[in-house]
């Protein structure tokens, strides 16, 4: 039996991938800052340690046929040491890792936002370079560690390669269905432009089923995956403020009717990063540029490539899925604390 380590196990896809892992019949073992408990119960061996001790990480991949590399800070604000000792340096661990222990396969994570710089991205594919400006540490820190990723595939130290899921949702999600629902009972939630840009997203399920589907073409020694990266998406892009629409109107909310111009919310962003740095504030800008960005501009991307090498194909059905959420979302906005379940 294969015994496969997931970095960041404990977080939205790191969780779902054990979860699907386990089922499939491997040995999983989680290496994590904490343990999980829920997630014990599914047999799992935990190793806990930080991804950016690098020899917590080598010893964590001794007797691993495989990897999924998760673990990853993300965000869109934030001091670029802390990023890169996580997303960039954290990775080269694991690399350096893989490479030592001779493991089969190794599946990173990515992001889209490595190819993002601030332009529309309409149907793009992985031909499309990495940008020459970032507007936060979060992509930039993404891109490098992707390309050490694919360099050490490249080279035939390691066989690798790169997933790119875009905006993960569903049912537990602590990132996206949270942001949207605190802005809006804050009332700092404005349609950014016209709202009629088209975004990709992809429901956990499918972008955890996606790295299985690396994972294994990569352990069966699938020269046609090594080296590459990878869109994954729910292979349908919706209009940006319909998707934000849904996730209030499902959670019980009134829809904010405010607007902004994106040329406007761009320069309040370039604007309010400038003097959060110069007064050393902590705490995430109302409006960055990186935000703006992503609110007003088309960014969904061709799966093609996943689906004829990876066999990727999306299975989740959205109604449904957002039924399932229905509750959850309610109780989200209706708490002082919005608690994020497991």
């Given at each position: 039996?294969?015994?496969?380590?997931?970095?960041?196990y404990?977080?939205?896809?790191?969780?779902e991938?054990?979860?699907?892992?386990?089922e499939?019949?491997?040995?999983?073992r989680?290496f994590?800052?904490?343990?999980y408990?829920?997630?014990?119960?599914?047999?799992?061996?935990?190793?806990?340690g930080?991804?950016t001790n690098r020899?917590?990480?080598?010893?964590?991949?001794?007797?691993?046929d495989?990897?999924?590399?998760?673990?990853?800070i993300?965000?869109?604000w934030?001091?670029?040491?802390?990023?890169?000792?996580i997303?960039t340096?954290?990775?080269s661990?694991?690399?350096e890792?893989?490479?030592?222990?001779?493991?089969?396969?190794?599946?990173?994570t990515?992001s889209?936002?490595?190819t993002?710089?601030?332009?529309?991205?309409?149907?793009?594919d992985?031909?499309?370079?990495?940008p020459?400006r970032?507007?936060?540490a979060?992509?930039?820190?993404?891109?490098?560690?992707?390309?050490?990723?694919?360099?050490?595939?490249?080279?035939g130290?390691?066989?690798a390669?790169?997933?790119?899921?875009?905006?993960?949702?569903g049912?537990?999600?602590p990132?996206?269905?949270?942001?949207?629902i605190?802005?809006t009972r804050?009332?700092?939630?404005?349609?950014?432009?016209n709202?009629?840009n088209?975004v990709?997203?992809?429901h956990?399920?499918?972008?955890?089923?996606?790295?299985?589907?690396?994972?294994q073409?990569l352990?069966?020694?699938?020269?046609?995956?090594?080296?590459q990266?990878?869109?994954?998406t729910?292979?349908?892009p919706?209009?940006c403020?319909?998707?934000?629409?849904?996730?209030i109107?499902t959670?019980?909310?009134?829809?904010?009717?405010?607007?902004?111009?994106?040329?406007?919310?761009?320069?309040i962003?370039?604007?309010?990063?400038?003097c959060?740095?110069?007064?050393?504030?902590?705490?995430?800008?109302?409006?960055t540029?990186?935000?703006?960005?992503?609110?007003?501009?088309?960014?969904?991307f061709?799966i093609?490539?996943?689906?004829?090498?990876?066999?990727y194909a999306?299975?989740?059905?959205?109604?449904?899925?957002?039924?399932?959420c229905?509750?959850w979302?309610?109780?989200?906005?209706?708490?002082?604390n919005?608690?994020?379940p497991?």
């Amino acid at each position: 039996m294969a015994r496969i380590l997931v970095t960041g196990y404990g977080g939205f896809l790191g969780r779902e991938i054990v979860r699907q892992l386990c089922e499939a019949g491997f040995s999983v073992r989680g290496f994590a800052r904490q343990r999980y408990a829920d997630l014990e119960q599914l047999g799992l061996e935990i190793v806990q340690g930080d991804i950016t001790n690098r020899a917590q990480v080598i010893s964590a991949v001794s007797g691993c046929d495989a990897i999924v590399h998760t673990a990853a800070i993300a965000g869109v604000w934030g001091p670029w040491d802390k990023y890169y000792r996580i997303n960039t340096a954290g990775t080269s661990h694991i690399v350096e890792a893989a490479v030592r222990h001779k493991v089969r396969g190794l599946v990173h994570t990515s992001s889209p936002s490595v190819t993002f710089a601030a332009v529309h991205q309409s149907g793009i594919d992985e031909t499309s370079e990495y940008p020459q400006r970032w507007l936060c540490a979060y992509p930039h820190t993404k891109a490098l560690a992707e390309q050490t990723v694919l360099d050490a595939a490249r080279n035939g130290t390691v066989h690798a390669c790169a997933l790119r899921p875009h905006l993960i949702w569903g049912y537990g999600d602590p990132h996206l269905f949270p942001r949207v629902i605190q802005r809006t009972r804050a009332g700092a939630l404005k349609r950014v432009g016209n709202g009629k840009n088209l975004v990709d997203v992809v429901h956990v399920r499918n972008a955890a089923r996606a790295h299985l589907l690396a994972l294994q073409r990569l352990c069966d020694g699938d020269a046609r995956v090594n080296s590459q990266a990878f869109f994954v998406t729910d292979g349908q892009p919706v209009e940006c403020w319909s998707w934000i629409t849904r996730i209030i109107e499902t959670a019980g909310l009134r829809v904010p009717t405010a607007r902004i111009s994106y040329r406007l919310a761009f320069q309040i962003g370039a604007v309010l990063e400038s003097c959060y740095r110069l007064a050393r504030v902590r705490s995430e800008p109302p409006m960055t540029r990186f935000v703006a960005a992503q609110l007003a501009l088309d960014h969904y991307f061709s799966i093609d490539k996943a689906r004829n090498l990876l066999g990727y194909a999306p299975e989740v059905d959205v109604d449904a899925e957002f039924q399932r959420c229905r509750p959850w979302l309610t109780q989200l906005a209706n708490s002082r604390n919005q608690q994020i379940p497991t």
